[in-house]
């Protein structure tokens, strides 16, 4: 017998500091700035942690990437175990920001150990100003930019040890997102 395919459709919430700190922190220039360099220039400092394990190091990366099409089907999910990981738009840039938790547990009833529990997927949109940092372990579907597709700041943590978990989604199983600007 075949199986049925299961279509599932994920919402897509605006991007808040208090939505998304299970997974991580919001970066954007908010808050408490202090005036440097002469009066010239308006630092808002500490926006974020980057967290790493002893064996590794703090990396600093541009990604130039495309932006996809809507509606998106999601295929993946991925987590980095050893350390956080942010993302920073170069431009005003829309991204979308998709989560899941892991199972509770550790273990699910049908068996699934060290995977996502995509019965707690969501998904943000930023404000195009806004970037974010994934705590260890969190599981996060690759970029997904919107609009033009631009260049991103990148910063995570390098060297040695397997870090980067990666869990594509089921066959018969489909999770889709829309969304227009």
Known sequence: MEKQLSVNSVNVEPLTSEAFEPFGDVIEA????????????????HLTKIQTDDDGYVGIHIYHTSAVAMPFTLDLLERHPLGS???????????????????????SEEGDGDRPDLTT?????????????????????????????????????????????????????????????
């Open 30 to 45: 908010k808050g408490n700035a202090v005036t440097i360099n002469q009066g010239r220039c308006q630092k808002f400092p």
């Open 121 to 181: 997927l969501r998904c943000f949109i930023t404000n195009g100003e806004q970037g974010v940092t994934y705590h260890p372990g969190v599981w996060h579907h690759p970029l997904l930019s919107v609009g033009q597709g631009r260049s991103f700041m990148v910063v995570d943590r390098n060297g040695s040890g397997h870090n980067c978990d990666e869990v594509p989604f089921a066959k018969d199983v489909v999770y889709t997102v829309e969304v227009s600007l």
């Open 85 to 107: 990981q942010s993302f920073m738009p170069l431009e005003k840039q829309p991204f979308l920001v998709v989560v899941a938790e892991d199972f509770s547990e550790g273990v």
